[in-house]
């Protein structure tokens, strides 16, 4: 007997040194970390880290880099491992020509007729009116280092802030917005748009563009633009729904984050309100902060509202509706035909869907390689596409230390019940 219990012991040890790094062995069940749809590796990025992408109709893959010190703020893949700047190196400005200074105080350049630095990106049909477009969100506000590589960025002054129409029939800009002052803040920061391209959604007869303002600094908002007359204006700034969740600690890659840059105290993520989808009926706008894990609401008929109407902000601010919690903070959002509300996960390495038949979050992916995802792009095709660019990992979160490890990627997965791109809008 007592031979059979060192026996037993000695098993009991060597299950016991089974490590997760090597858990072959291990008769405990395992998280293998995925979930979903089979994901494939469809690009890699070796030059510059992504921000945004858009893919079009013919499977063209749009990105875009905020800047620094990079080459070109927008490009287009030529194969898999390599992308050029779009439309023309001239339209990209180069990096000695991003900001001024006037009285000591940074600005980012006034340039409306060249890219500064490009956020978002966003690709809409073509229609009997207008081309195949892809619209890109231009912030005018470079990241700048010091003599001491501590980082900031400019203020926007007018003119550099933009959103820009570019026709896929010819890669030639068509179209230009800018924004006064009193509607784009010299610390607004727009992060990403939506459109509703309807004709009789505004009074311009062209559409309107929902544009996401992040503010860093503290006033995010809504930003709405008529694309027919040009005008612009703003709703629920700095209402509890924009505003980033206070001393917010998320996880990414297993590791508690905190905000960590040079020249400044330990802090949290900053930013406000960032993700947002318009569902295939022009209705509802969803979105929510960064740092929160509440989705919200609003009609749309509240942000399309003027401020002719004293009562516009304050409509606006009571029809906010919480849809909970949905499990976690969230970056970007997209959307599909079937109006699900995809909702990019950076703590869970995962995308999640909002499904608003049944008022729940569902997981749409999981897996280990989904190392915060940034942004998304539902295709013709009937994929989800994500870039996948190790954010939390660069120098200007984490005291100047660059932990990211190339290459960067675009992922993508299939869409459930045969979900597409939102064509309603156009």
């Known amino acids: 007997m007592k031979f059979l219990y060192v026996l037993s012991l000695l098993a009991a040890t060597a299950f016991a040194q089974v490590s997760y790094q ?33 893919v079009s109709s013919k499977g063209r893959l749009f990105v875009c880099y905020t800047r620094g010190d990079y080459t070109f703020t927008l490009g287009e893949a030529v194969n898999q491992t390599a992308e050029v700047p779009y439309p023309s190196a001239g339209l990209n400005l180069p990096p000695d020509m991003l900001n001024t200074t006037w009285n000591g105080i940074p600005f980012g350049s006034a340039n409306s007729t060249a890219f500064i630095s490009v956020q978002a990106l966003y690709i809409t049909p073509a229609t009997s009116s207008r081309p195949e477009t892809l619209w890109v969100l231009d912030t005018g506000r470079p990241t700048v280092h010091n003599a001491a590589g501590d980082p900031s960025m400019p203020y926007a002054q007018p003119g550099g802030p933009k959103l820009v129409g570019v026709s896929l029939d010819n890669d030639t800009i068509y179209t230009t917005y800018t924004f006064p002052v009193d509607v784009h803040y010299p610390d607004s920061y727009m992060n990403d748009v939506r459109f509703d391209l309807r004709s009789n959604v505004t009074n311009g007869g062209a559409g309107v563009a929902y544009i996401v303002d992040s503010s860093n600094e503290g006033r995010p908002g809504f930003i709405m633009l ?84 004293p009562l516009a902000e304050i409509w606006a601010k009571a029809n906010v509706s919480s849809k909970g919690q949905r499990g976690g903070d969230a970056n970007g959002f997209e959307g599909d035909s079937n109006g699900l509300i995809y909702q990019l996960m950076p703590e869970q390495n995962a995308i999640y869907y909002f499904d608003p038949a049944i008022g729940q979050t569902r997981t749409f992916v999981r897996d280990p390689r989904i190392l915060w995802p940034d942004s998304a792009s539902i295709a013709a095709d009937g994929y989800f596409y994500m870039n996948i660019n190790q954010l939390p990992d660069q120098a200007d979160w984490n005291f100047g230390v660059d932990s990211r490890v190339y290459p960067g990627a675009v992922l993508r997965a299939k869409l459930p019940n045969n979900g597409t791109k939102i064509s309603t809008l156009g």
Do not use: C, M
């Open 22 to 54: 090597n858990h072959t062995g291990t008769i405990l069940r395992v998280d293998n970390g995925t979930f979903g749809p089979e994901i494939e590796e469809y690009h890699y990025y070796y030059d510059q880290w992504p921000i945004g992408l858009s």
């Open 226 to 309: 008529d694309l027919g007359t040009g005008e612009s204006w703003r709703r629920l700034t700095q209402d509890r729904s924009v505003l980033r969740v206070p001393n917010d600690v998320p996880s990414y890659f297993g590791q508690p984050f905190y905000f960590r840059q040079l020249g400044q105290p330990i802090q949290w993520q900053q930013e406000g309100l960032d993700g947002i989808q318009i569902t295939p009926d022009g209705k509802t706008v969803y979105y929510s902060p960064l740092t929160s894990k509440t989705l919200y609401s609003i009609p749309t008929a509240n942000l399309l509202e003027r401020d002719s109407n």
